[in-house]
């Protein structure tokens, strides 16, 4: 039973930051219509952008959150529009070519980050990194524990801002029907920019929450674009709530495949559990909470 | 500031537009004015939606142009067209399906004009339409195609344009739901607002329209006002069937 709580306790703190990551692919998704492949890469720049902060600045890596997601939503925003915008442009394309360019986007992250930092793994030792605490008998990682409630706000906040905001609303209004939205008033190239910025910045999150518990170099991007893949798959396509369901579920079911399984069978677990939704619940949580 | 009532609103001079390499309409010139409610009507392809569209800015024409109180809106993009007073209640409604109904509605006023007014703007369509009201928290994909239509028109009624176009409000409504939708129709125009109806519905519109152009294979083949046209022959002929 202790086990059986312990193993419940790390896969929803897991699944928390999971979650940050399936919500920013998923706002991208729902208004792209593509699937990011660059998502995992984008956080790999977080992450990196958090290590440096942290080892030649001295920051508190929460603090460096305050740079990271700026500079991530920037590097969104720089992407949507030199590389995807102008893909959209040409009516000939079909949405796959921008898809592909979001794999060449992902490359040119990856190969820069092993230019400037080398394969080598790094990593952000904070005094916390390995700290726990108890709670009936149960243990929490403190980094874990505080990504975790800062993954809640932050998936609280994003949900306030879709849902109680103007702008918040036309990204909802582009995702549905761009062209309708357009004859509100709103621009959908700015709003796909934008969105872009946002999914960025809130992976951009996830890494920089994560860097103090995991390690670090240039190919982890890869593994982390495929995670949220998933996550998005499960959760169903464009579903933000889904996101969400999809983040804690992958979070889960690597935990106790870690736990009941061994830890060489974490990632399985999660591609079986993916699989599993293809074939048995096309759509995914979207189809079970219909938003 | 409204100006007289009978001034010209908008302008449509002399536009060619095409879908890639097929040309879809010759040439098309007409004039809303101030006030009144102004019909297109049209058999199916004949390119109704395609002007209402190419005002909007959604497609560009190749030749011509088109004036709004004197500005050019063929030069816009499409999110800038609303900003002038033109909105348009689209084919086929085009809510926002996952939204609720008070969200769509919303999202209908966003330009600066109407956002000081939302509150007001809202108050205004929940009672010309009570049954909007009832729905408000409703997604709004899972209302009938009736209900729908009432909230496409309150999206556009949000916006407190000048002109407001209306693509083909009755389509697949009930004679009893169309009617109503008509009798909004003047209402709102009564109240000042200048309209711009295209319909396949000619019988009726034609009855309640100031004056009406007769869209024929991308052509403007015949105007005048509504009582000429229903007297016409080859109106009675072709869309009446008498
Ligand atoms: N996206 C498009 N691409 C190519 N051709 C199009 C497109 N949309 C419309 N057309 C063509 O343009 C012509 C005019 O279409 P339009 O939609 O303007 O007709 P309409 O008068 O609104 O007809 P309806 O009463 O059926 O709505 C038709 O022949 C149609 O096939
Ligand atoms: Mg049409």
Redesign the pocket.
């Known amino acids: 039973m202790e086990v059986f709580l312990q193993t419940l306790v790390a896969g929803v703190l897991k699944g928390g930051l999971y979650a940050l990551i399936g919500l920013g692919m998923t706002l991208i998704m729902g208004v792209m219509g593509i699937i990011n492949l660059a998502h995992g890469q984008m956080m790999m720049v977080a992450m990196y952008v958090t290590y440096v902060c942290f080892n030649y600045l001295g920051l508190d890596p929460y603090l460096i959150l305050f740079i990271s997601v700026p500079a991530l939503f920037l590097l969104g925003v720089l992407v949507q529009r030199y590389t995807l915008n102008p893909l959209l442009k040409v009516e000939s394309l079909l949405p796959e070519n921008q898809v592909l360019m979001t794999v060449g986007v992902g490359m040119v992250l990856t190969e820069v980050a092993r230019f400037i930092f080398t394969s080598n793994y790094v990593s952000v030792k904070t005094t916390y990194s390995d700290a726990t605490f108890f709670l009936g008998g149960v243990s929490f990682s403190v980094a874990l524990t505080i990504a975790f409630c800062f993954a809640c706000a932050l998936t609280g906040g994003m949900f306030w801002f879709l849902l109680k905001t103007d702008l918040g609303r036309s990204i909802r209004a582009v995702a549905q029907d761009a062209e309708a939205a357009s004859l509100m008033g709103v621009n959908a190239e700015r709003i796909r920019t934008l969105t872009m910025g946002l999914g960025a910045g809130l992976v951009a999150a996830a890494g920089n929450l994560l860097l103090p518990i995991y390690y670090l170099f240039p190919d982890i991007g890869g593994p982390f674009t495929r995670k949220a893949f998933v996550i998005t798959i499960l959760g169903g396509l464009g579903s933000t709530v889904g996101a969400i369901l999809g983040g804690v579920t992958l979070g889960l079911a690597e935990a106790f495949g870690a736990t009941y399984i061994g830890m060489e069978f974490e990632d399985m677990v999660g591609l079986v559990i993916f699989i599993a939704v293809l074939l048995f619940l096309p759509g995914g949580f979207k189809r079970l909470t219909k938003i | 500031m409204p100006s007289a009532k009978g001034e010209t609103m908008l302008r449509v001079e002399g536009i060619d537009v095409f879908?890639?390499d097929?040309q879809?309409l010759w040439e098309v010139s007409f004039e809303v004015r101030e006030g009144e409610i102004l019909v297109l009507v049209?058999?199916?392809?004949?390119?109704?939606?395609?002007?209402i569209k190419t005002i909007s800015s959604l497609l560009t024409p190749s030749r011509g142009r088109i004036l709004f109180q004197g500005q050019p809106v063929h030069t816009r993009r499409p999110f800038e067209v609303i900003d002038l007073g033109i909105a348009q209640v689209p084919?086929g409604r085009r809510l926002f399906p996952e939204m609720t109904v008070e969200e769509n509605l919303l999202m209908g006023s966003l330009s600066p004009a109407a956002k000081p007014r939302r509150a007001e703007s809202l108050e205004w369509v929940y009672e010309l339409f009570p049954r909007v009201l009832e729905r408000r928290k409703q997604a709004a994909g899972t209302l009938s195609g009736g209900e729908q239509q009432m909230v496409a028109i309150g999206r556009g009624l949000m916006a407190r344009p000048k002109l407001l176009m209306f693509?083909?409000p009755s389509l697949g409504l009930s004679p009893l739901l169309t009617e109503h939708i008509f009798e909004l129709v003047r209402k709102v125009n009564a109240e000042g607002l200048t309209v711009l109806l295209?319909e396949?519905n000619v019988h009726h519109t034609l009855a309640m329209c100031d004056r009406a152009y007769v869209?024929e294979n991308?052509r403007i083949a015949l105007t005048g006002s509504g009582d000429e046209l229903m007297s016409n022959d080859h109106v009675r002929e072709a869309y009446l069937g008498l």
């Open positions: 879908y890639g097929v879809v049209g058999a199916n392809g004949a390119g109704k939606s395609t002007t084919e693509d083909e295209v396949q869209l991308g």
